[in-house]
Every structure is written in structure tokens, then in C-alpha cells.
């Protein structure tokens, strides 16, 4: 690893450097915080004029600085596949899938790869992709990018993921994600018009196996009753059987975990309610900065709560002289806050609403660009400096 990165460093000496334009943009890219700068710098690299030198270089440091955003590192991978120098440097890991413990149903994330299949797809290396497969959530984001292909592809991408699909089972939590939020469900059935029982055999399996399982409280049989009459008219004049209510029937629920409530503060509400005018914005901004639940949550739990009042105050504002003010309180929470590194993507959430607010006006953009954020100034910078047509392919 050591003499990878010092070979690495020897080779970016003795490469030509980067067009000035192109250099400024990728130093305004690494101030952004990780993954979201290795996002930015695969994205940049494309439409440059880049010798293989050059692209391998900043394709290795996006890797290095995707971190566990697979779905980018998977990119950046590609990229240097495809130009580093074979005979003088090293070729990086592949950035498989981890074969984690299933989520509990007291979890409240779920581990999403969301892109990572469809840009495995997109560099030639799916099938290696699938090496970790294990989750509901992961056969769902697979079966949507071999849904994405020509009819044509299908069959053969799709044959490996069929043969995990009834192995994808052991979270109901991720079972429930995966039927609810990915197009698992839609996408088998659509193939399943040219594939037939060999797709409809192992899905029934899955459902099944599913259902037999821990379910967790809160979760209802009756809410698959979409799923069932859709699979049930799927199978007609096939050897598959059909599904009956009693195979979705709860049989074991988990005892440990109580159903917890989205968390909802007072203050959320008095904010949505509070009258439009300065004594009441200003006495209700008051109180978000002294918010302090009386259950006295962790740390965190705080700062994100905070970060949900301001956007909630600030939407209930959109028309009114008074937004600004609301926003310019919530741009200094999130800057003197620690989000940044504690909760990453809700910082870019709030940072990509204050670039929304600020197009408009060099005024505002001169405020944020000076509020104390260097990932905050370099993000307007990007949105400024990259041409409109541009913006939405390179940025988050």
C-alpha cells in the first residue's frame, strides 16, 4: 500500500498538469467533503481534455476519497481501469459490496447502494458486482439496473441475480425497503413476460421465505395485497402457484423492538403556525437557537432536529421579506454545527437549499461564499463557475 501511494505521488510529479480551469474546478471539488468531492472530481473528468496519466491520477484520488460511497467508487474505479499505466503502476481493489450483518428492526438507516449496481453496470463489471449480493435492498437496486438494459442483455445479466434471490432474506426491515422503495417488484414482473416461472418460481420464493420470517411491529400483511393480486394475475396459464393471503399471513413478530413514531417536536409545529410578521419570526428564531427537548436526546439527534425546524420555518416563509432572515440564521447553525462531518448529507441537503436561494442574487452568494464554510464557499464557486447546462450532471 505504501509504495502503491508513493509510486502514485512519483507518477503525478512527472505528469503534465491540469488546464487551469480544470485545476481550479477540482481544488473547488476537494473542499467539498467527502464522498461528495470524489463525486464532483469522477464527474469533471469526462468532458476534460485529460491524457490516461492525468484521468488515472484524479480517478485514483476520487476512489481514495469515495470512501463507503460505493456507487462513486465503482466510477472512479472504471476510470482508472481504463487508463492507468500497467506497466508502471497498480491497478486498486474493486470496490465490492460488504457482506454486512441484515438490518435490525430497531435500525433506522438502511444500506441503500441505490446507484452502485446500475454504474457497475455501465464499466462492464456487474457480474463482479454481485460478489457480495445478500440484502432484499441489494437484489432490488440489481434488478433495476438489468431492467435498464435492451431486452435483449436481460436474460443473461438477470440469471445471477434470480439464482440469490431467494437467499435475500433474514430483515424484515430490508424486505419491506426493498418492496416499498425499490422497483424489485414492477421490474420482475415486466421480465417476467419473456422469462416466465424461471423468474416467477424464485420471486414466489422469496416473497414467501420473507414473510415466514421475524416480521417487524408495525408491519402489516395487508399491506401487500397490491403485490399478491399483481403477482397472481402474472402466473395466470403457468405452472407457478399462485399466492394466498394466508402466505403473507404475520406469523412471528419481533417482541424486543416497539413501533417508534417519526420524532415530532412542539416547536416544529408553532413554527408552521407562528404568524408572518418580525416580532413573531424573530421570537421564533429565538427559540429554535435555545432548542433542548426535555427527553434530551444525543448530541446529534439535537443538531438534526435543529436543521428540520429551520427548513420547516424557512419553507413556511418562501413568499414572505422575512425568509432571508430565517435562512441567514440557519446558514450560521449550519456552519458553526459539526453536520458537516457528523452527518455529511444532511449538510449538503442544507447546502444545496442555500445555493437555491442564493442563484439569483452575487449579494447572497457573496454571503455564503464569506460565512466561514470553505465547503460551503467552494460549492457556490462550482455553481457559479460551471455552465448551467452543466450543474446538474456535476454536482450532488
Known sequence: MIAALALSLTLAATVDPLPKDLEYRISLARALPAPYSAAVIVALIPSAKLSSAQTAILAEEAYNLAGKDQAVAVKAWGLHRDNYDRKAGFPLAFPGRPRSMPTGCAESEIDDPKAYYRNALAIG?????????????????????????????????LEPVIRALPFATGSDREFVYAVRS????????????????NILFPYRLFLTSNWRGVRCAGNRADEFRGVIDEFNKAIRGS??????????????????????????????????????????????????????????????????AKDSIYRKFSERLKYSIWQDRVIRDWVHFIVYSPLKTEDTPLWFAAARTFVDWAKDSSGRQAELMTAGDSGLAAYVRLVTLLPESEVTRVLP
Open 125 to 157: 463489471e456487474f457480474a463482479r458486482s454481485l460478489q457480495g449480493l445478500r440484502s432484499a435492498v441489494d437484489v432490488g437496486r440489481a434488478i433495476e439496473a438489468v431492467a435498464s438494459t435492451p431486452v435483449a442483455q436481460q436474460r443473461q445479466l
Open 239 to 304: 405452472a407457478v402457484p399462485a399466492i394466498e393471503d394466508e402466505d403473507a399471513k404475520v406469523i412471528s413478530v419481533d417482541t424486543i423492538t416497539k413501533v417508534l413514531p417519526a420524532k415530532s417536536y412542539p416547536l416544529t409545529y408553532k413554527v408552521s403556525q407562528a404568524p408572518i410578521n418580525e416580532t413573531s419570526v424573530v421570537g421564533m428564531l429565538h427559540e429554535i437557537e435555545q432548542f433542548q427537548p426535555e427527553e434530551k436526546p444525543d448530541a446529534l439527534a439535537i443538531l438534526r
Open 182 to 197: 425499490t422497483r424489485l417488484h414492477t421490474s420482475l414482473l415486466k421480465m417476467a413476460e419473456t422469462g416466465g416461472a
